[in-house]
């Protein structure tokens, strides 16, 4: 997925931005004395995560100017905000084995044009 969306943004000479979500598994609701600094621990270790994922991506397409943002919650309001003024919004998602369950979902609702790149 971070190739094709390097790739054309190259090709487009046009900026890149990274966007990546994530949360707390639900168990962590249950957790009676949950430290929030273990929050903010967490999301500067994914921001991390995220910056290490870009960096040869970085090198290899020089020309491309990246920017990227980490967030909690749902992805779908994200990615639904963050389209709005892209040329091309990129989307992974994990390869399905099933026909069953849904298979868009808020990305249908994109404001720009979307590719969704399968990976395992």
Same mark, same amino acid.
């Given at each position: 997925?971070?190739? #094709?969306? #390097?790739?054309?943004?190259?090709?487009? /000479?046009?900026?890149?931005?990274?966007?990546?979500?994530?949360? =707390?598994?639900?168990?962590?609701?249950?957790?009676? =004395? #949950?430290?929030?600094?273990?929050?903010?621990?967490? $999301? =500067?270790?994914?921001?991390?995560?995220?910056?290490?994922?870009?960096?040869?991506?970085? %090198?290899?397409?020089?020309?491309?100017?990246?920017? %990227?943002?980490?967030?909690?919650?749902? &992805?779908? /309001? %994200?990615?639904?905000?963050?389209?709005? @003024? &892209? @040329?091309?919004?990129?989307?992974?998602? %994990?390869?399905?084995?099933?026909? =069953?369950?849904?298979?868009? $979902?808020?990305? &249908?609702?994109?404001?720009?044009?979307?590719?969704?790149?399968?990976?395992?």
């Amino acid at each position: 997925m971070l190739a #094709f969306a #390097f790739e054309e943004a190259s090709r487009r /000479d046009c900026a890149l931005r990274a966007v990546h979500g994530w949360k =707390l598994p639900p168990a962590y609701d249950y957790v009676p =004395l #949950f430290d929030p600094d273990n929050e903010r621990d967490i $999301g =500067l270790s994914v921001t991390h995560m995220v910056d290490d994922m870009l960096l040869p991506w970085r %090198h290899k397409f020089p020309d491309v100017d990246v920017s %990227h943002s980490v967030f909690t919650g749902s &992805a779908g /309001d %994200h990615l639904v905000r963050a389209s709005q @003024g &892209a @040329g091309l919004v990129v989307v992974g998602r %994990h390869l399905r084995r099933s026909p =069953l369950g849904r298979h868009l $979902g808020s990305v &249908a609702h994109a404001a720009a044009p979307v590719a969704v790149v399968a990976h395992d």
